[in-house]
T-cell receptor, first 114, second 113 residues
């Protein structure tokens, strides 16, 4: 079974621009979560989607948004980029949203904001 | 809210040494506990998990036991290899319709030949 895929793997943007990141979950998985990883803040939860609905949201400004499609693929969008948005963005998929479900992570998208 | 605390600082040890990484947590309800490993330039890989008190998760020689009385989930390996060099993260997820993971800060493990 193919793992979680994320595209693109690397992105370079300038302040003020917007960016869209894509995530394809493992086949059969209906839940997708997004996390931001930075050296200073570590791994922080962004949001979680299940059956095209946002079920949980982390403590991030409204510039961060996401959506999930009927095939469970997900995208996240960051508008009006700031230098502090430079990070590794990780997507994870799981069968459902029970706390016992294992989340499987993709390789991440490395975003650099100049 | 839910939180995870990992011991501070990197861990450097010689090949075949015993490894312990401490992890304690604060949570409401009955969380599941996980250890993930991250190799350079990669995403997170699940190492092991435990979903209820006294469960022991194990994989590739690593073990961790879910201790509710001490709110801990310490990771151990009896004999490390150079290939175990990576960053290790302890995490917990909510219970009941909440799959959100809370992570510790992570520990860089360096194994010297």
């Amino acid at each position: 079974k193919a793992g979680v895929t994320q595209t693109p793997r690397y992105l370079i943007k300038t302040r003020g621009q917007q960016v869209t990141l894509s995530c394809s979950p493992i086949s059969g998985h209906r839940s997708v979560s997004w996390y931001q990883q930075t050296p200073g803040q570590g791994l922080q939860f962004l949001f979680e989607y299940f059956s095209e609905t946002q079920r949980n949201k982390g403590n991030f400004p409204g510039r961060f948004s996401g959506r999930q499609f009927s095939n469970s693929r997900s995208e996240m969008n960051v508008s009006t980029l700031e230098l502090g948005d430079s990070a590794l963005y990780l997507c994870a998929s799981s069968l459902a949203i029970q706390g016992t479900d294992t989340q499987y992570f993709g390789p991440g998208t490395r975003l650099t904001v100049l | 809210g839910n939180s995870v605390t990992q011991m501070e600082g990197p861990v450097t040890l010689s090949e075949e040494a015993f490894l312990t990484i401490n992890c304690t947590y604060t949570a409401t309800g009955y969380p599941s506990l996980f250890w993930y490993v991250q190799y350079p330039g990669e995403g997170l890989q699940l190492l092991l998990k435990a979903t209820k008190a006294d469960d022991k998760g194990s994989n590739k020689g690593f073990e961790a036991t879910y201790r509710k009385e001490t709110t801990s989930f310490h990771l151990e390996k009896g004999s490390v290899q150079v290939s175990d060099s990576a960053v290790y993260f302890c995490a917990l997820s909510g219970s009941g319709g909440n799959n959100r993971l809370a992570f510790g800060k992570g520990n860089q493990v360096v194994v010297i030949p």
